[in-house]
């Protein structure tokens, strides 16, 4: 067979799981946005048909076919092609010698582990929970002792969700901002400063919200021709290709601003999703490159420009006529501090942007632990609870405001949470970037935000899977994730915000 | 291999077409209910793939494996796995010698045609859609006889859609229709009568109307834990098996009438859908077993219960707890007479419950004549016209209200439509068995639905398509489709409503 039609045979092959791949993404958006409850069984076994079809073809002998001869011609292969043969490989690589057994197994742990992180986390019991989450990690271990290669397992962990992310990576990385962020909390909690955050808590009827959604959802350039807002309890966002990325939302009558932070981070998802080249719509990529990659859209939409004083000067006029009376008297200024009031909290979904990453930081740290140095799980409460006083000064009350809180470890997502901190500070450097070619600050006064999602799109919305993330990173401005853009971002916009000094 | 052995693997591979057509279901009905746009192109052809994938299974040589050894085996099968086995047979011998390439020419020539159609009926062009419907005739006859066996091409068609059902069988049931409808017919309009509809047309805020369809859908048995109430422009139901039947809804502020008896009409279709027995739920039988007696449930709870005296002597004082003050002075009567109001329409889908089959009847005449007797497509209008004239006393002012007026022919829906009037006559005929075991008109007026509907289940619903349709029907009580029970129920119902003597 000549190399052209094995392209063609190989490409016609990827269409057909790249199809299942978009079904299923219709299918859990319909499961995630009020399908009835009743028949959540059938619709697992549908769900769960299609995931298997798609990983069959994945790990197929066919599948080997085509990658064993591309491998040898890497060299002849166009850029896209050669992309194509780069994501199958990998995950050819990483399932191919995994026993089905041990991961319907492993599903079937995590389905029941999620039942009962929930019930001990209800119970504030986290002994309940000690033995699974111990089984869960000696289970993940099992599966990765499996895979090509002799990296470490939390390596391995960490480089699912974000390519070539390593723990030395992430130590150099969380090492910085634990030297910098740490102490500026602290700088700013001693000052006793306090922003004024009177505007937080009076209602806007949810009707408005909802044209707020529209509104602000258009103007920083979510396409909903391509796309639409429903609602959640948890928002999210989810693509079936480039042409129907879909957004959700939750209201809260006392909290508007909650909802239209969760819109702006989720339109920073799909426009990230919604802006890839022709040449790569609706082919396998046809996706973000890695979880870090994409949270740094959604965390520049909703933090580096829509936390910021400029966007604020532009918006504050023209958001207060969707709003009641109440908020007549508000100013850019108040809406700026309160929108960036620094408050250390327990929970990491209620965090600040600056102490966000602090959350993230001891979840690492955890993780870490757990998959390297033989922790006694039954020791982590004892640890998380240090590691919150070290970090943010506070002492949670309870396992259930501590190191129960959140659902990944139960759902199997282990190595995930960095990539949350990782996508905060690649937004602060291609911010950063930015500014060497463009007055950013001009712009988002202007509304001119058109010109910043251009930047964004040419060197990386456009690209999809194409490149890896170091690749597309350093194409950028010829450097690789530096901790230090980051740090000096938070330095100065919350030594501005609290007034302090930003040099100490 | 033994016939057990076969059997399991034949009901395994059932499982995963049933599978792929609940995946096809929710596409479908997302698709339908608000997905982007601008994905239209590529939801269709994952679609499409889905619809091939299905296609090839069913006609697959391992399906004719199963089929060949279990049609010498029929003897031995359990009732479940015969039916399973009939339907399979069914679908293999309509389409197993079928070229692939003349199905694929096929739909192409709809998805042109419906836009041919479309522009044709806005500029009221019937010629201009005439070589367009000829093409359809043509290609449809052409693929039916590939078909086994040596039917008229037209009993071929209403056999897709209502197993067994001929043209002899249609022949015999409208004609009755046409020697009893159009004198009573005649009689209500030269009576000169006319019933009050002041009721009409005070509007009903929409907000209220979405109140009293989940009201009144959850009254007359429509399970919401198993099925959900959208918005379309067009109301459907649509299921991916009994446990997720879901309907749609379009409102009108100044119709409430309108989404009322749409969201009975489809709760008719869901209920059917959501109450078969458990043997065969979430399998190939996991469905109604035709279009005409999916319609006769949807008709019997739209009609013969909503459109009751009883029924609104029942739902009045309630319903006004939900309406404004204008229909404060309205009576169980008044409703009643509003709802039954007799008056000849051009157009179908405004038809009344009394005129309704005469459109249907002139339908089935026309499609009954293209595929027989090589009429001239272009004397469609002037035969329209005619059998219009004759059946309801009216002439169309054009095309566009005449012939031109419904989608199905350029959809390629051919042989479809007798299913509606079938439909209202099996509602008819059942009401009359279950007379003959309970007091229905007090059941009703009592608000106790669910006797009637556990009635319905037994008979009907619980056995999803385990019968044909004549078996089904015959189990009953002895008897097939019999219009007598249609034309009594019409005569009587309409003769008191406009106080004609119900005899002559």
Redesign the interface.
């Known amino acids: 067979m000549s190399l052209e039609t094995t392209v063609m045979r190989f490409m016609s092959y990827l269409d057909?799981i790249n199809?299942l791949n978009?079904?299923l993404a219709?299918?859990y958006?319909?499961a995630s946005t009020?399908?009835?409850?009743?028949?959540a069984?059938?619709?697992a076994?549908?769900m769960g048909?299609?995931s298997s079809e798609i990983f069959s073809m994945q790990v197929s002998d066919e599948m080997k076919g085509y990658l064993d001869i591309l491998g040898e011609q890497q060299d002849k292969l166009d850029e896209v092609v050669l992309a194509m043969y780069r994501v199958s490989k990998r995950v050819y690589d990483k399932k191919a010698k995994t026993p089905v057994e041990l991961v319907r197994r492993f599903s079937e742990l995590k389905s029941k582990a999620e039942v009962i992180w929930r019930d001990a986390k209800n119970n504030n019991d986290f002994n309940a929970f000690a033995p699974c989450l111990q089984e869960l990690v000696a289970m993940n271990k099992k599966l990765l002792s499996y895979r090509e290669g002799d990296a470490h397992p939390y390596d391995m962990l960490l480089d699912d969700y974000e390519e070539g992310l390593t723990m030395q990576v992430c130590d150099e990385f969380f090492g910085k901002l634990r030297a910098s962020i740490v102490p500026l909390l602290r700088r700013i909690t001693e000052s006793g400063k306090q922003n004024d955050t009177g505007l937080r808590g009076i209602p806007v009827d949810i009707a408005k919200q909802r044209e707020i959604s529209r509104m602000i959802a258009q103007k920083v350039g979510y396409?909903?021709?391509?796309?639409?807002i429903r609602e959640t309890e948890h928002p999210f966002c989810s693509g079936?290709?480039r042409?129907?990325?879909?957004i959700t939302t939750h209201y809260y009558e006392n909290e508007f601003l909650s909802s239209f932070y969760s819109i702006i981070h989720e339109c920073g998802h799909a426009i990230y999703e919604q802006n890839k080249k022709d040449e790569i719509a609706?082919t396998i990529l046809d996706r973000g490159i890695s979880a870090g990659l994409h949270e740094s859209q959604s965390r520049f939409y909703e933090n580096v420009l829509g936390r910021s004083k400029p966007f604020w000067d532009y918006i504050c006029e023209e958001l207060k006529t969707y709003l009641p009376e109440g908020y007549s008297k508000a100013t850019p200024d108040m809406f700026f501090k309160t929108v960036n009031e620094v408050k250390p909290s327990l929970i990491r979904i209620y965090a600040d942007e600056l102490t966000y990453c602090l959350h993230i930081m001891m979840r690492y740290e955890i993780e870490k632990m757990m998959f390297s140095d033989g922790v006694d799980v039954y020791d982590l409460p004892r640890i998380w609870n240090e590691k919150m006083q070290e970090y943010l000064g506070l002492t949670p009350p309870d396992d259930a405001r501590g190191v129960l809180q959140d659902v990944h470890w139960s759902a199997g997502l282990m190595g995930y949470f960095p990539t949350y901190a990782l996508g905060s500070a690649y937004a602060a450097q291609f911010l950063a970037y930015m500014r060497r070619e463009m007055d950013v600050d001009a712009l988002i006064r202007k509304g001119d935000f058109a010109v910043i999602t251009a930047w964004l799109t040419k060197h990386i919305h456009s690209h999809g899977s194409v490149y890896t993330p170091a690749k597309l990173v350093g194409r950028i401005a010829g450097e690789q994730l530096n901790a230090d853009y980051y740090i000096e971002y938070l330095t100065n916009k919350f030594s501005a915000v609290y007034g302090l000094e930003a040099g100490n």
Chains 1, 2 share one sequence.
């Open positions: 057909k199809m978009g079904v219709t299918l958006f319909d009020g399908a009835p409850n009743g028949a069984d059938s619709r076994k549908r048909f299609l396409d909903l021709n391509r796309g639409l079936a290709g042409d129907d990325v879909r609706n």
